[in-house]
């Protein structure tokens, strides 16, 4: 998952509103968005190669969603999935709060991830390459591969159509619309994060195209204050063109706290 926005507690019958993509290369298996069959309490997309997730919630109340975090040294052979990270919270018993702060003493393990987990009463933010966990106020977020609120063009973008979503009609296929723009950013605002120029060129838009590499898919996702939850997630192929949109709609077993 390489670019999420969302508003916690923003919006006075959403508690949250989450609209993301995801970016992996083409080739590597994944299972579009369903309750999984071994794990029938979670609603997400599954990583065929790692066996975890990158966007999930549960019917328990569990919202999770992992981004990598960019950087150029090699990524270790030996590190386990990161996937995984958002899986396990959202099959657990644990609190948000609690399972951020167990994952603390492990999180040199991994790769360099960003991870968001909810539980209706808080919502976390941790990085293994930040200086440790936030438990976040109410207010719009953006996060893609670097730290939460990284001002890269795509997030500052993204914010503002998601502003402006809720300052409207907040719908799954308003959240997909924007999240399927492909413009990319001018050069003068680019982040340097090591990449060549038509890199970083590339990756500034917040939908990829590219035969190698690219976003396969968008998620919407509505909670409302009775506990109904609205999701919705668009599949895109290697050419860019739009694919299948799984939508559900489910009631959690607990309504999230209002206040």
């Known amino acids: 998952m390489c670019l999420i926005l969302f508003a916690w507690r923003a919006h006075p019958d959403y508690p949250l509103i989450v609209a993301a993509n995801r970016d992996e290369f083409h080739a590597r298996p994944a299972q579009a968005g369903s309750f999984w069959r071994d794990r029938p309490g979670i609603l997400a997309g599954r990583d065929l190669v790692g066996g975890g997730t990158w966007l999930g919630v549960s019917r328990s109340g569990k919202f999770a969603a992992l981004t990598n975090y960019r950087e150029m040294a090699e990524r270790r052979a030996d590190a386990p999935s990161r996937g995984v990270l958002a899986s396990r919270y959202l099959e657990n018993g644990r609190s948000a709060s609690a399972y951020i702060s167990e994952l603390q003493r492990v999180a040199g393990a991994y790769s360099g991830f960003n991870l968001l987990a909810a539980d209706g009463k808080e919502l976390w933010w941790t990085s293994n390459r930040d200086n440790g966990p936030r438990r976040l106020d109410a207010g719009l977020y953006g996060l893609s591969n670097h730290l939460l609120e990284t001002p890269w063009p795509k997030v500052l973008r993204g914010k503002e159509r998601l502003r402006e979503a809720i300052d409207s009609a907040v719908t ?3 959240l997909l619309a924007f999240l399927a723009d492909t413009t990319v950013a001018s050069d003068a605002d680019l982040p340097d994060t090591g990449l060549a120029l038509a890199r970083e060129r590339l990756l500034s838009a917040a ?15 509505i909670f409302d204050r009775a506990g109904r939850v609205r999701y919705a997630e668009r599949s895109y192929d290697a050419g860019g063109a739009e694919g299948d949109t799984v939508r559900m ?5 607990r309504a999230w706290d209002s206040a």
Not at 210 to 220: E, F, K, L, Q, V
Not at 249 to 253: G, I, K, S
Request: proline share 9%.
């Open 172 to 174: 799954p296929d308003v």
């Open 207 to 221: 939908r990829i195209v590219s035969p190698g590499y690219g976003t396969r898919c968008s998620t919407a996702l």
């Open 249 to 253: 709609e489910f009631q959690l077993r």
